[in-house]
């Protein structure tokens, strides 16, 4: 193998003008609880993407959101993992800095003794060769469109998303129901944590959504689907993704993270 291809081999294909990111605080919140991240060095093996979203209703959910980002952001620049390509090591990494957001987070929930606990959901993607590892907690997601067809990689863990896996109500009506802001795992309010992890296959020309249920509360996967079809770049995905969410109401914060490979 000839020196060129070693270095391209090592590099994970993106470049910063593949990923493209917006925080709105909406048209109805006076405080935006939404915290992003992406990581993305040319001469390094991967790339780090995070969104979090600060439990809302909650004491500090903006603390929360960002002293997540934070960490994870301390971890992941401090760490050997921008160059490894083992999904066990990358694995390790998402658990052991979400777990120590968790515990920062938590620490703090003690310490100031606060009544309605702060926390955050989070999902965090590692672009790596060939592949995008996933870890999440909540209801912020991950979709990616390949072929022009979306799928959401990342499974809500919502009260509703378990009445809808149970097929006691419809993906439509939980678009609306009433209890469609409680969520089953976070970060922050407990000591304990369970994160879900996915590893998928990464092809060139696939588009990738980061986002919190801000934009998701709007935008039905038709819509989503359509939006990233006709976008040419992460920009134009992201500014018709936030045009659409904020003229769909912009009940809550929207954050979104357009990464095209």
């Known amino acids: ?119 955050t959901t989070v999902v965090a993607g590692i672009f790596s060769p060939g592949e995008i590892h996933i870890a999440h907690a909540g209801d912020s997601r991950c979709y990616r469109l390949r072929n022009d067809i979306l799928e959401q990689l990342t499974e809500d863990h919502s009260y509703v998303a378990e009445l809808v896996k149970s097929n006691l109500i419809s993906p439509e009506e939980a678009r609306n129901h009433p209890f469609s802001h409680i969520i089953s795992r976070s970060i922050g309010p407990s000591p304990t944590l369970e994160i879900e992890l996915n590893v998928f296959k990464q092809e060139k020309g696939d588009k990738y959504i980061f986002c919190s249920d801000g934009m998701t509360a709007h935008l039905d996967d038709f819509e989503i689907e359509t939006i990233l079809i006709d976008a040419e770049n992460p920009y134009d995905a992201v500014k018709e993704l936030m045009y659409s969410s904020l003229r769909g109401g912009g009940d809550d914060n929207i954050t979104i993270i357009a990464v095209f490979t």
């Not at 590099?11 to 917006?22: E, N, Q, R, T, Y």
């Not at 390509?85 to 120590?100: A, M, P």
């Open 1 to 119: 193998m000839s020196k060129e291809k070693k270095i391209r081999h090592k590099k994970c294909g993106l470049s910063p003008f593949d990923i493209v990111a917006d925080s709105h605080v909406g048209l109805v919140r006076e405080c935006n609880e939404d915290s992003f991240v992406y990581c993305v060095n040319p001469d390094n093996r991967n790339a780090l993407v995070a969104v979090a979203d600060g439990i809302g209703g909650h004491e500090g959910g903006d603390i929360a959101s960002a002293l997540c980002m934070q960490t994870l952001t301390a971890a992941w620049r401090g760490s050997k993992y921008q160059n490894l390509s083992k999904i066990k090591e990358l694995h390790n990494f998402l658990i052991k800095s979400l777990q120590q957001a968790n515990k920062v987070i938590n620490d703090l929930n003690s310490s100031f003794k606060i009544q309605h606990p702060m926390g």
